[in-house]
């Protein structure tokens, strides 16, 4: 059963970099499988952040690009996201999802539970 | 960039059918993915490639997709599928490539 968690800090400062990492388990992060981040604001809908692959290859929404990092590490069999220079803005539940799908048919077919990260001084 | 667009609510009683739509430009040429979110709870999908099922998922979840609509279908609805229900395509076309609808509150009556 694939099972995703997501953890890092609950609270971050205004202008610093929010980082949280993806723990993966029962299923290997080197399989043919991209890993996303989504988050969802108090109240609002989802917004997708970015994925990554195996290989280190990511994409991100171009209106969050400039400040987000997605990374993985194979041998701890998890992935991390930074997302610098934060404001109450990036007040979020934040989640992790591995993608499945083919052919530019991509869906999330398991999520972690999430984890609420504050924006606040 | 890609829109989808989504009705803020639906209701609908207890044993009838509830119809979510998600409205996009030729939407049909597009695959179309459903998730499940209740309250304080990760979304769930609960169907992908249109109509198609995970496993676990009820045969009363279903979806259909067509011209500029796609629709998720749940039928004999239970209380306990009160929830947001959002729409999902991968959009190739922009560069956003991951597109979600702005979400649909289900309440049973």
């Known amino acids: 059963q694939v099972q995703l968690q997501e953890s890092g800090p609950g609270l971050v400062k205004p202008s610093e970099t929010l980082s949280l990492t993806c723990a993966v388990s029962?299923?290997?992060?080197?399989?043919?499988?991209?890993w996303g981040w989504i988050r969802q604001s108090p109240g609002k809908g989802l917004e997708w952040i970015g994925s990554?692959?195996?290989?280190?290859?990511?994409n991100y929404n171009p209106s969050l690009k400039s400040r987000v990092t997605i990374s993985v590490d194979t041998s701890k069999n998890q992935f991390s996201l930074k997302l610098s220079s934060v404001t109450a803005a990036d007040t979020a539940v934040y989640y992790c999802?591995?993608?499945?799908?083919?052919?530019?048919?991509?869906?999330?077919?398991?999520w972690g539970q999430g984890t609420l990260v504050t924006v606040s001084s | 960039s890609y829109v989808l667009t989504q009705p803020p609510s639906v209701s609908v009683a207890p044993g009838q059918t509830a119809r979510i739509t998600c409205g996009g430009n030729?939407?049909?040429?597009?695959?179309v993915h459903w998730y499940q979110q209740r309250p304080g709870q990760a979304p769930v999908l609960v169907v992908y490639?249109?109509?198609d099922r995970p496993s676990g998922i009820p045969e009363r979840f279903s979806g259909s997709n067509s011209g500029n609509t796609a629709t998720l279908t749940i039928s004999r609805v239970e209380a306990g599928d009160e929830a947001d229900y959002y729409c999902?395509?991968?959009?190739?076309?922009?560069?956003?490539?991951?597109?979600f609808g702005g979400g649909t509150k289900l309440t049973v009556l």
């Open positions: 999802a591995r993608r499945s799908g083919y052919d530019l048919d991509y869906y999330f077919d398991y």
């Open positions: 029962g299923y290997s992060i080197n399989s043919h499988h991209y």
């Open positions: 990554i692959y195996q290989s280190g290859y990511t």
């Open positions: 030729s939407i049909g040429s597009k695959s």
């Open positions: 490639d249109d109509s």
């Open positions: 999902q395509v991968w959009d190739s076309s922009s560069a956003h490539y991951v597109v």
